[in-house]
């Protein structure tokens, strides 16, 4: 075990009897939503998974240490504090080294679930290819090319171009596999053109693929597409129309890099009245509980 890496004892325990874990990733805590509803989303998501049987993971770095399972005081730190740091692969080692309280992202999370022996994760959306020509790229993509963890999730983040970030999974190796669906969710909504790369019908035929995709000698992860329950989608229309004002209202302030995603989503937050932060709450939710679900189908196999 990596000496960087801290599980709790739950967790520890659990993996130990090889019973089902699902991570948990900390930026949509410290940069997605704004304090105490994230604190509130953090709790009610880990007890999504926890009503299905499943030990959750949230995982930060705290300490000079890679965490993979909080308890409720980390949870609060990461979730209250100011100036939590947005970790991605290239700042682990800086972070750790100063011993720098850091929510980590998506590709961070995928790492140390892997590390931890952990297969499935749930999040809301996924970074990918930004729109237009900056040729800002998320890291996401680089682990889901190299690290063979499956990421239950809701699409890639609306704010993105979703086009070419397919064709990105495409290009690594990155299956899509749509849960209940043959198009991609489109993280608020549930999607209307892009075709996923495979349909499951339930957490068992999910998993399947998923244990046949890494039984083959496959290293890549695999991303898990679950649209947003059609009672929480939030109005194409409107989420659009944020999405264009706060792109440009990110150019016109010189918002780049790691700070766009975090910009942008509290953007279409303020626009659209707070009905984008309930659909990002209730997707969470979903995609946590297809997670566990999931998890429990991998841990039977």
Known sequence: MNEMLVLNEEVAETLADGA?????ESTIIAHGMPFPRNVETARRVEGVIRDLGVIP?????????????????????????????????????????????????????????????????????????HRGDSGDVSADLTALGSI???????GVKAILDIPKTLEAFETRGVPVIGFETALFPEFYTRGTS??????????????????????????????????????????VEAISEAIEAGLYAAERQQITGKDVSPFLLAFVAQHTGGDSLDANIELVANNASVAASIAMALHSM
């Open 20 to 24: 089902a874990v699902v991570a948990l």
């Open 57 to 129: 993971a949230t995982v930060a770095v705290i300490d000079g240490r890679i965490r993979v399972g909080l308890d409720d005081t980390q949870l609060e730190r990461i979730g209250s504090e100011p100036d939590v740091a947005k970790l991605s692969l290239r700042d682990l080692g800086w972070a750790l080294a100063g011993s720098v309280l850091g929510a980590t992202t998506v590709a961070t999370t995928m790492h140390a679930a892997h590390q931890a022996g952990i297969e499935v994760f749930a999040t809301g959306g996924l970074g990918g290819v």
């Open 194 to 235: 892009h075709p996923v790369t495979a349909s499951a019908s339930d957490p068992v035929a999910a998993a399947a693929i998923l244990r046949a995709h890494w039984s083959s000698g496959i290293k890549t992860g695999a991303v898990v597409a679950v649209p947003i329950p059609a009672e929480h989608e939030a109005d």
């Open 148 to 154: 063979p963890v499956a990421v239950v999730c809701a």
